[in-house]
């Protein structure tokens, strides 16, 4: 019995554990996971029952793999709210955003292929990508976005068919990419032809400042994926997501999700549907955004006052995620290990395509109260004060030896 | 921009269309669609009505790739009642069972290995393992399962790394492999070393007679995979399915499942779990197949009945489908074009492998009326008997000339 090449080329991204829930007396900045107090758990009860009351044996039929017609509509009203241009045939539904990353990868990719990543990235789409056996081309992220000079440099050496990247309050630093940058990214699409898959979960989230457009509204040449999700402003329990492309694209897409799972649950697209017909989701999105807000800034101030000097934090201004960057010599994985009894996180080592960057931590801070994450940091910002102390410690002995 | 190589080899398996809803006026036979009149609405309606009040924060976020483990245990427990060895560690839910076959060809198939599938087989089986590009090796399907003389011949030319089955009312043509073909088939897959795939949806829908073992507990070297659903049993709007194979591959196709769409919706795993715990499931599959074995009976009469010499008709004891073969030179696709205002099936081109045959016709019974099953099988028959005297008028002027 012999496993195909993808799983000996495969690493561990470790994605369970990542969602699981904490352990007593633990205090979890690891999963993206939503605060469950903001869950419309009365509402989406109604919904599902609505669904059910007034259009059970529809609900529970096979539909479509394109996704409930409705529900496309409806999103791609939103979607064109936000700058997206998109119609409800340009809008398929998808399991949960992964799933409309797996499929875009099953679309362009074979083994070999160039595919470019942000560095550090998101894990799991490490995790969707490797199945496709890529050519990983990594890029550093700026507090502006990827590095637009190494890309290039990259693109002149490599050949390359897809960029994955998430412009808005980036998985896992938190940084959105600029608008100069968003330009130049299309334009070096256009130069090197190449796809960009736009991944936008956390785009509603944002706590300050204004909105940049999305790559999908600056892309003149149809080369943008654009994908989004219920996930992070209605409930991850749902795994609903979708994404937007040309008609041309969509109808390979549909015909990939076909054969992956059929399509999604009939009655979990209606009942969502429902749930739109009957609340007004930008008013639950702008309760998310003030609770959030309000975690994040008790993070930053909490990590200000507690981290040593030359310690790098990012200023997230939305999404789920805060970046600690460690200085040289600094091993995220051995800080976890001290403090994962009372403090987890995710350690860089995960969230690199070549999974050899040891020196950043990534920090959710939209899970745990505004106690929890103050105790977190506490003991957070004590783990990275011992690896500090150890690390200059051993760099003195080997200098006087 | 260029497509994977995988595009560009996948056939167009239509699956979209064969679950679609019939237009007004037309009897479809096409897609495998459920009675709707016997999804249990207002019980799964009060499942999620019951998981959201009870537990709805947990429902909403994530959960695990894996399951939400009370229904595994369930499922285990209902797989053991049917002789098949299962416990909770052995088994994950997936995205219906299609998501099933998806990750078990990502599991083992690279580009061009061999991958034995019945002819015909199930066209949503060749959509997900196109994904991987494997090279098909099809095995005719007599009326006791695949042929296993053909099948060893072909083992002994061709490496196989995979075998998909459906041994129970097989999807397309409503056969059961015999039980000296399963064991045959085992002592094959030891000889020749390679895992066989049990899809087992439609396994507890038996009309009359008495069950074979499954394979996979006739298994007694952990070769096989098998794989279940509630789609058949319960509802396909839900799309609920299951795998249980041993621990080792089981851990590695739950890391799959992770990167594919990270997990099955956890609402949707609580509220069946919910409705497990105050349905009776084996009261339900009991009116299922009270109900499906009278519409099983009248399609097969009026096909008897109505069908003319020399064309062939399965007599399936279960299930979902009936296959009609027809005589050499018939053409099922011409049939469906002439009757297709009245009445719709499945051709048998997009049901092998290599989409090349023609003469043979799947018939669902399980979704229209009986009075539907009565009009469109006189439809059917017709249309049958006007290719009869075609191709029979053909046939005596080329031997005239």
């Known amino acids: 019995m012999q496993f195909a090449q993808?799983?000996?080329?495969?690493?561990?991204?470790?994605?369970?554990?990542?969602?699981?829930?904490?352990?007593?007396?633990?205090?979890?900045?690891?999963?993206?996971?939503?605060?469950?107090?903001?869950?419309?758990?009365?509402?989406?009860?109604?919904?599902?029952?609505?669904?059910?009351?007034?259009a059970g044996?529809?609900?529970?039929?096979?539909?479509?793999?394109?996704?409930?017609?409705?529900?496309?509509?409806?999103?791609?009203?939103?979607?064109?709210?936000?700058?997206?241009?998109?119609?409800?045939?340009?809008?398929?539904?998808?399991?949960?955003?992964?799933?409309?990353?797996?499929?875009?990868?099953?679309?362009?990719?074979?083994?070999?292929?160039?595919?470019?990543?942000?560095?550090?990235?998101?894990?799991?789409a490490l995790a969707a990508f490797d199945a496709y056996q890529p050519h990983y081309l990594s890029i550093p992220v700026r507090s502006d976005g990827m590095d637009m000079t190494i890309l290039r440099q990259t693109?002149?050496?490599?050949?390359?068919?897809?960029?994955?990247?998430?412009?808005?309050?980036?998985?896992?630093?938190?940084?959105?990419?600029?608008l100069r940058k968003r330009k130049q990214l299309l334009a070096l699409a256009r130069e090197f032809d190449f796809i960009i898959l736009e991944d936008a979960p956390y785009r509603s989230l944002r706590y300050r400042g204004i909105g940049l457009p999305t790559l999908r509204e600056l892309d003149t040449d149809d080369r943008v994926i654009h994908v989004g999700s219920f996930s992070k402003i209605l409930s991850p329990g749902l795994r609903l997501g979708w994404l937007t492309a040309t008609p041309a694209l969509l109808s390979r897409l549909?015909?990939?999700?076909?054969?992956?799972?059929?399509?999604?649950?009939?009655?979990?697209?209606?009942?969502i549907d429902s749930y739109l017909n009957t609340n007004d989701l930008?008013?639950?999105?702008?309760?998310?955004?003030?609770?959030?807000?309000?975690?994040?800034?008790?993070?930053?101030?909490?990590?200000?006052?507690?981290?040593?000097?030359?310690?790098?934090?990012?200023?997230?201004?939305?999404?789920?995620f805060l970046w600690v960057t460690l200085p040289e010599g600094c091993?995220?994985?051995?800080?976890?290990?001290?403090?994962?009894?009372?403090?987890?996180f995710v350690p860089s080592t995960t969230l690199y395509a070549a999974r050899n960057d040891r020196r950043g931590i990534r920090l959710a801070f939209t899970n745990p109260s505004t106690d929890d994450i103050q105790r977190g940091c506490a003991e957070l910002c004590n783990s990275i004060r011992q690896e500090l102390v150890m690390v200059n410690s051993t760099k003195q002995l080997q200098q006087r030896n």
Do not use: W
């Open 6 to 54: 993808r799983i000996d080329d495969q690493m561990d991204s470790n994605l369970e554990a990542l969602l699981a829930a904490p352990a007593a007396g633990q205090v979890s900045f690891a999963g993206g996971l939503p605060d469950p107090q903001l869950f419309p758990e009365r509402e989406l009860s109604s919904a599902f029952s609505q669904a059910l009351t007034t």
């Open 57 to 124: 044996a529809q609900c529970l039929q096979y539909a479509s793999a394109a996704g409930y017609e409705p529900l496309r509509q409806k999103i791609a009203h939103f979607l064109r709210r936000d700058g997206v241009p998109a119609s409800t045939n340009t809008v398929m539904l998808t399991q949960g955003a992964q799933q409309a990353l797996d499929l875009t990868a099953r679309l362009f990719i074979n083994p070999g292929d160039g595919l470019v990543v942000e560095g550090p990235t998101y894990a799991g």
């Open 155 to 178: 693109l002149e050496q490599h050949p390359v068919k897809l960029l994955y990247t998430v412009p808005d309050f980036q998985n896992p630093t938190g940084t959105v990419m600029s």
């Open 254 to 271: 549909i015909t990939l999700k076909s054969g992956a799972d059929l399509e999604t649950s009939n009655l979990m697209m209606r009942a």
């Open 282 to 320: 930008g008013q639950h999105i702008r309760q998310l955004r003030s609770t959030y807000a309000a975690k994040q800034e008790a993070m930053s101030t909490a990590l200000q006052a507690g981290l040593p000097q030359g310690v790098g934090c990012s200023q997230p201004d939305g999404g789920f």
């Open 331 to 344: 091993d995220s994985e051995r800080i976890l290990s001290r403090c994962r009894d009372h403090v987890t």
